[in-house]
């Protein structure tokens, strides 16, 4: 079982939409959870981290943690084609001291339609 | 601020050639990573350094893959012999001291691109 499931889509949304993005991770034990955005040809680059139930929110990205259910997601408001990327959720492994590492999902991609 | 930088930023190589792939870190960063992303199998952690030292390389595919860190501000990672299998996107990345638990982040440098043929 991988660690960090993601659905890889594509996820396609009209501008304006939301986009949510979901995640779900084996470890019961993770802390810290990450969302980054990688466009094509790029590296990934951090937008959302998140450590406790609930959410987060920053500018139009929201991220949700259930740790309960293992399950993390982004939501993307007044989603606007410059969103349009692959969202890699990240998650850091339990139980470990001194742990500095970060297990990553598939991604989804996301294409925000103009 | 110089970010994580790595060459080359391309390869095409034939198979069975020796590949290395360098990267330097983001300066005063004591953590270095080697990530390989494909399609299928999404961003996988290779290994990792801390001040220099191999911390975890269990995730290093084979005998074929080596990495190595003689000092803070220079790493590679070296396939010998390349296969087929082995194209794919090489990141490097770095982060500073502390658990990423604790709020700091991973940067990832531009990546190096693999083909083997």
């Known amino acids: 079982q991988k660690e960090v499931e993601q659905n890889s889509g594509p996820l396609s949304v009209p501008e304006g939409a939301i986009a949510s993005l979901n995640c779900t991770y084996s470890?019961?034990?993770?802390?810290?959870f990450f969302w980054y955005r990688q466009y094509s040809g790029k590296s990934p680059e951090l937008i959302m981290s998140?450590?406790?139930?609930g959410d987060k929110e920053d500018g139009r990205f929201t991220a949700q943690l259930n740790k309960a259910s293992q399950y993390v997601s982004l939501l993307i408001r007044d989603s606007q084609p410059s969103d349009s990327a692959t969202y890699l959720c990240?998650?850091?492994?339990?139980?470990?001291?001194?742990?500095?590492?970060?297990?990553f999902g598939t991604g989804t991609r996301l294409t925000v339609i103009p | 601020d110089a970010g994580v930088i790595q060459s080359p930023r391309h390869e095409v190589t034939e198979m069975g050639q020796e590949v290395t792939l360098r990267c330097k870190p983001i300066?005063?960063?004591?953590?270095l990573f080697w990530y390989r992303q494909t399609m299928m199998r999404g961003l996988e952690l290779l290994i990792y350094?801390?001040?220099?030292?191999?911390?975890?390389d269990s995730g290093m595919p084979e005998d074929r893959f080596s990495a190595k860190m003689p000092n803070a501000s220079f790493s590679t990672l070296k396939i010998q012999p390349s296969e087929p299998r082995d194209s794919a996107v090489y990141f490097c990345?770095?982060?500073?001291?502390?658990?990423?638990?604790?709020?700091?982040?991973?940067?990832f440098g531009e990546g190096s691109w693999l083909t083997v043929v």
């Open positions: 350094f801390n001040n220099n030292v191999p911390i975890d």
């Open positions: 990345a770095s982060s500073l001291a502390g658990r990423i638990i604790s709020g700091n982040t991973i940067y």
């Open positions: 990240a998650v850091t492994p339990g139980g470990r001291t001194g742990a500095n590492n970060l297990f």
């Open positions: 300066s005063g960063h004591d953590y």
């Open positions: 470890d019961r034990v993770s802390q810290s």
């Open positions: 998140i450590y406790s139930n």
